[in-house]
């Protein structure tokens, strides 16, 4: 069972998951908040924060399985759900083969299209940099990419000390799950469930969004990737707007 925490009460629940090279307290600037309006249950994922692998190679749908097995410890039969980056990937996949009831999904900073072909062998480069030089040079030679120039320096500290958790076998597991990840963009022009997409206006991670269907909404931070850490009053007022 993956390591998770709950947090908050309030009648809707939320289910919280991270991106690659994060875990829960990634959300920590904004988890005082939510609490006081949510049920919140934060899990890491495999290989990060405090979970260990469960077993050797994942798919995006194994990571969202493993997420519903600790709904199900719980005994939550539906609730909304936050996916940041990888954490949006899962959260898809778990919407697509209906893995849970997901009553509205926020999708920050992360996509609904496949890897491109430079993106797929930059994540090849990236496994082997892992392999090769371990998690610290990996990160410390990556992390400010995830960030806007006008970033705070904290800020980017912070998300680095997080990213050094994580372990080798976790971070190469993830980054093929990545690159292996299906084509969603056609689920999200089709669903019926309410998403807020929160893009960040300075991300260079992922690609933006588009869509014309009005079960998606879009709100745009001037932030890189990591908007929660950035500007934590913006990303928070996004959520609560849409939650209601």
């Given at each position: 069972?993956?390591?998770?925490?709950?947090?908050?009460?309030?009648?809707?629940?939320?289910?919280?998951?991270?991106?690659?090279?994060?875990?829960?307290?990634i959300f920590?600037?904004?988890?005082?908040?939510?609490?006081?309006?949510?049920?919140?249950?934060?899990?890491?994922?495999?290989?990060h924060g405090?979970?260990?692998?469960?077993?050797?190679n994942?798919?995006?749908?194994?990571?969202?399985q493993?997420?519903?097995?600790?709904?199900?410890?719980?005994?939550?039969?539906?609730?909304?759900?936050?996916?940041?980056?990888?954490g949006?990937?899962?959260?898809?996949?778990?919407?697509?083969?209906?893995?849970?009831?997901?009553?509205?999904?926020i999708?920050?900073?992360?996509?609904?299209?496949?890897?491109?072909?430079?993106?797929?062998?930059?994540r090849?480069?990236?496994?082997?940099?892992?392999?090769?030089?371990?998690?610290?040079?990996?990160?410390?030679?990556?992390i400010?990419?995830f960030?806007s120039?006008?970033?705070?320096?904290?800020?980017?500290?912070?998300?680095?000390?997080?990213?050094?958790k994580?372990?080798?076998?976790g971070?190469?597991?993830?980054?093929?799950?990545?690159?292996e990840?299906?084509?969603?963009?056609?689920?999200?022009?089709?669903?019926?469930t309410?998403i807020?997409?929160?893009?960040?206006?300075q991300?260079?991670?992922?690609s933006?969004?588009?869509?014309?269907?009005?079960?998606?909404q879009?709100?745009?931070?001037?932030?890189?990737?990591?908007g929660?850490?950035?500007d934590?009053?913006a990303?928070l007022?996004?959520?609560?707007?849409?939650?209601?």
């Amino acid at each position: 069972m993956l390591h998770y925490e709950l947090k908050g009460s309030g009648d809707e629940t939320l289910v919280i998951v991270h991106g690659f090279l994060g875990d829960i307290t990634i959300f920590n600037k904004v988890m005082e908040e939510l609490q006081q309006h949510y049920e919140l249950i934060l899990i890491d994922l495999p290989g990060h924060g405090k979970s260990k692998m469960e077993q050797e190679n994942y798919t995006i749908y194994d990571y969202a399985q493993a997420i519903v097995n600790v709904l199900a410890q719980e005994k939550i039969a539906n609730a909304a759900w936050l996916g940041h980056s990888m954490g949006g990937y899962i959260a898809l996949a778990t919407l697509e083969r209906n893995m849970a009831k997901i009553d509205k999904l926020i999708l920050a900073y992360s996509s609904a299209s496949p890897d491109s072909a430079e993106t797929q062998n930059k994540r090849d480069e990236q496994m082997k940099t892992i392999e090769q030089n371990g998690v610290k040079a990996f990160v410390d030679n990556s992390i400010d990419a995830f960030f806007s120039k006008e970033a705070a320096n904290e800020s980017i500290e912070f998300a680095r000390t997080i990213a050094y958790k994580a372990t080798e076998e976790g971070l190469i597991a993830a980054l093929q799950a990545m690159k292996e990840r299906p084509n969603q963009t056609q689920l999200l022009h089709e669903t019926s469930t309410p998403i807020l997409v929160i893009e960040g206006q300075q991300d260079t991670i992922v690609s933006p969004i588009e869509t014309d269907n009005i079960a998606v909404q879009k709100i745009v931070t001037n932030t890189g990737h990591i908007g929660m850490l950035e500007d934590d009053k913006a990303f928070l007022k996004a959520i609560k707007q849409f939650l209601g």
